[in-house]
């Protein structure tokens, strides 16, 4: 959990409800902002397993990034 994610959840209830229950998007801190934003958007249009499969295709067409 974040500072930000753990300092609403001490200050409002209903919000550390809501922290607690929704599920973390998966950005790796190495990754760049760039593809983190395309694997979102691949993972909003497309079911997971889809979409990973997916994503997993289209980046390795670009293995040089």
């Given at each position: 959990m974040t500072k930000?994610?753990?300092?609403?959840?001490?200050?409002?209830d209903r919000l550390r409800e809501?922290?607690?229950t929704t599920p973390r998007l998966k950005v790796h801190r190495n990754k760049d902002l760039y593809l983190a934003l395309l694997q979102s958007v691949a993972?909003?249009?497309?079911s997971g397993k889809a979409a990973d499969t997916i994503f997993?295709?289209?980046?390795?067409?670009?293995?040089?990034?």
């Open positions: 930000s994610e753990l300092h609403l959840s001490n200050t409002d809501v922290i607690e993972s909003q249009q497309l997993g295709r289209f980046c390795d067409l670009f293995k040089d990034r």
